[in-house]
C-alpha cells in the first residue's frame, strides 16, 4: 500500500554540526506534508511544513526540501543542539487524516 | 487550558475490563483526533471529530473500540473487553480547523493491559 516512511531508524551527529533527516514517500498525489518531533514521553510536536507547490520552506534552524521527482523529502537542523535529540517524524496529510512514517531518532553527542 | 490534555496519563488494567480515556482539546479547537502509537511506531489514525460528529472513524480497529464527543469538547474513547495488544499510548490532537495543518497533540495516555 501507499505509504510514507524513514531512510534510517537513527541518526548520531556531534553538537553544533547540521542534521539531516530523510524520508520518502509513495503517493505522487500527496501535496501536504508535516514534520513532528517527539521527545520521551510526549506527543508529537509541530515542526514545520511544506506544501506539494513549494520545493523548500525554512524556519528558525530549520528547513525542508521537496523533491517531488523522486518523491523524497528531507528535515535539515542546523547547528544542531542536545535539546534536539528526540524521534523526528515526517507525515503526510491525506484529507482529514495524517499519515506518520516510523520516525527518526536523533542522537546528539557533546 | 493552553494545550491538550489528556487523562489518564498512565493507565493499567486486566485483560477484558473495560477502560475510558479522556481528552481535553484547547479551547475553541472543533476539529479532535485520537491517534495510537506503539513502541517504535508512529502514530496510526484512530478517529476524527469535527464538532460533535465522528468525521471519519475508519481506524477504529474494530467494534471493541468507542469514541463521543457528545459536547463538541471533551472526548473519551473507551475500549471494552481490553486485549493485551490494546497497549499502547493513545495520544489525542486538536486542530481549529478541517485537515491537519499541524496539529497540537497531547502526552498521551500509555495503556497497559496485563
Known amino acids: 500500500g501507499e505509504s510514507v516512511g524513514l531512510h534510517l531508524p537513527t541518526l548520531s551527529v556531534q553538537e553544533g554540526d547540521n542534521s539531516i533527516i530523510n524520508c520518502a514517500y509513495s503517493n505522487s498525489a500527496s501535496d501536504y506534508f508535516i514534520w513532528y518531533k517527539q521527545e520521551s514521553g510526549k506527543g508529537p510536536q509541530f515542526i514545520i511544513d511544506i506544501r506539494s507547490n513549494m520545493d523548500k520552506r525554512q524556519g528558525q534552524r530549520v528547513t525542508v526540501l521537496l523533491n517531488k521527482t523522486v518523491k523524497h523529502l528531507s528535515l535539515q537542523i542546523a547547528a544542531t543542539q542536545p535539546g534536539d535529540s528526540a524521534v523526528y517524524f515526517c507525515a503526510e496529510n491525506r484529507g482529514f487524516k495524517t499519515i506518520f512514517g516510523a520516525g527518526t531518532r536523533l542522537f546528539v553527542k557533546a | 487550558g493552553a494545550g491538550v490534555s489528556q487523562t489518564p496519563s498512565n493507565k493499567v488494567t486486566e485483560k477484558g475490563k473495560y477502560v475510558e480515556l479522556r481528552c481535553d482539546p484547547i479551547s475553541g479547537h472543533t476539529a479532535l483526533y485520537w491517534y495510537r502509537q506503539s513502541l517504535g511506531q508512529g502514530p496510526e489514525f484512530l478517529i476524527y471529530?469535527?464538532?460533535?460528529?465522528?468525521?471519519?472513524d475508519s481506524g477504529l480497529p474494530n467494534d471493541r473500540f468507542f469514541a463521543v464527543r457528545p459536547e463538541g469538547s471533551v472526548s473519551t474513547l473507551k475500549i471494552q473487553r481490553t486485549e493485551r495488544g490494546d497497549s499502547a499510548v493513545y495520544l489525542c490532537a486538536s486542530s481549529s480547523g478541517q485537515g491537519s495543518y499541524g496539529y497540537t497533540f497531547g502526552s498521551g495516555t500509555r495503556l497497559t493491559v496485563v
Open positions: 471529530f469535527q464538532g460533535t460528529g465522528a468525521a471519519d
